[in-house]
């Protein structure tokens, strides 16, 4: 286990995407976004995703250099096509676009297909509400199924997160960003780099028998996560497939090929600017007076404080700032071996990670 300082860790990112094809701004905004992921606490969608994002390039699953490409325009309603380019470039410009069109029509729903991996969705939330907008959102993912249907014994779709962003006046926003699985897949890959067990809650194995082997979750035989809540998250994995895949144009999965490495999204994403609803006083002194109620709650045992979504990744960060980064050697020889392909030494990444 190594531990790097955000800068450096970014530097070593940038490198690897540089080294793909990418220009200096995708390379930036790629590898900060990642960097980013990690910094928030979420492991599953940082440094660690390069490995599979480079070799989705070298088989042609990931483009580089792309734009999102507006295919329908009807003002507040609007198509986007990701054109399969990184999506933390296809995320950022998409929501740009939602979010000029929500300032001017004070609500937008925009439908994004055929992106490539989006990484963690609570950025494009934290991106609306910095724009004082709320927002929804819902992702599919067109990759190998890793996730079963509630009663099922095998994975038919993917972890497919559902987000919501909510400004909130004079503190921080409510940032929901979820897996409709029981955990995000890269969490059970982080567990099996680190030769952790899981829950046996979060997992079945190739009988569809619940399992603490993450290895199920990584290599073959594959097993599936599980949704969270039984038939509750399945309800909304189905959901986030609909109006993420299906509605957006960039399709749901229902293939049995387990042999492609790239990862797209679809995302329907909903903005409303809440100073045009007529009710922007009342949403202001309701918010806060809810939010002062949950924190008035006495404190379980086993607990510290009353959180509400959003706080956890800000305590992370601000901790791991100060502190940088830890990622364990399994990953991070992924990451060298990625680089690898891409003709790039270990001893500069290595370099480019010590600072």
């Known amino acids: 286990m190594a531990v790097y300082k955000k800068d450096s860790l970014v530097k070593a990112i940038e490198a690897i995407v540089l080294a793909g094809g990418s220009d200096a701004r995708e390379a930036k905004i790629v590898a900060a976004n990642l960097v980013t992921a990690n910094l928030t606490g979420h492991d599953s969608h940082g440094v660690g995703m390069i490995p599979r994002y480079t070799e989705s390039l ?17 003002g507040a309603m609007i198509s ?6 990184y ?13 000029a069109r929500a300032k001017q029509h004070g609500m937008c729903v925009m439908g994004l297909g055929r992106s490539h991996h989006l990484c963690r969705i609570g950025q494009w939330a934290e991106q609306a509400v910095a724009a004082g907008l709320i927002s929804l959102h819902f992702t599919n993912v067109i990759s190998r199924s890793i996730v079963a249907p509630f009663g099922g014994a095998d994975a038919r779709f993917g972890t497919n997160p559902m987000t919501v962003g909510i400004p909130i ?14 955990v995000a897949q890269g969490k059970i890959r982080v567990a099996h780099n680190k030769r952790e067990k899981v829950s046996a809650d979060w997992l079945i194995d190739d009988k569809g028998n619940p399992t603490p082997d993450p290895a199920f979750g990584v290599i073959e035989p594959f097993g599936a996560l599980r949704t ?7 309800g909304l994995a189905v959901v986030c497939e609909l109006l993420g895949g299906a509605l957006t144009g960039g399709g749901t999965w229902h293939s049995d090929d387990r042999s492609k490495k790239r990862v797209w999204n679809g995302m329907l994403t909903i903005l409303i600017d809440p100073k045009r609803m007529g009710t922007a006083d009342v949403f202001g ?3 806060t007076a809810f939010l002062e109620s949950l924190r008035k709650s006495p404190v ?16 992370t960060r ?20 990625a680089g690898a392909k891409l003709k790039l030494a270990r001893e500069t990444l290595d370099k480019l990670a010590a600072g």
Not at 80 to 85: E, K, L, R
């Open 58 to 74: 070298l088989e042609g699953g990931l483009q580089v250099n792309q734009h999102p490409k507006v295919v329908f325009d009807g």
């Open 80 to 85: 986007v096509d990701g054109q399969q380019g």
């Open 87 to 99: 999506g933390q470039v296809i995320g950022l410009e998409a929501m740009e676009i939602g979010i």
């Open 169 to 182: 006046p004079n503190e921080p926003p409510f940032i929901l960003d979820m897996a409709t699985s029981a």
């Open 228 to 234: 969270f809540g039984l038939h509750k998250g399945y």
């Open 285 to 287: 002194t309701e918010t």
């Open 300 to 315: 379980a045992p086993g607990f510290d404080k009353v959180r509400i979504a959003g706080e956890p990744e800000r305590e």
């Open 318 to 337: 601000a901790k791991r700032e100060r502190d940088g980064i830890s990622v364990d050697d399994n990953t991070w020889n992924e990451i060298v071996a």
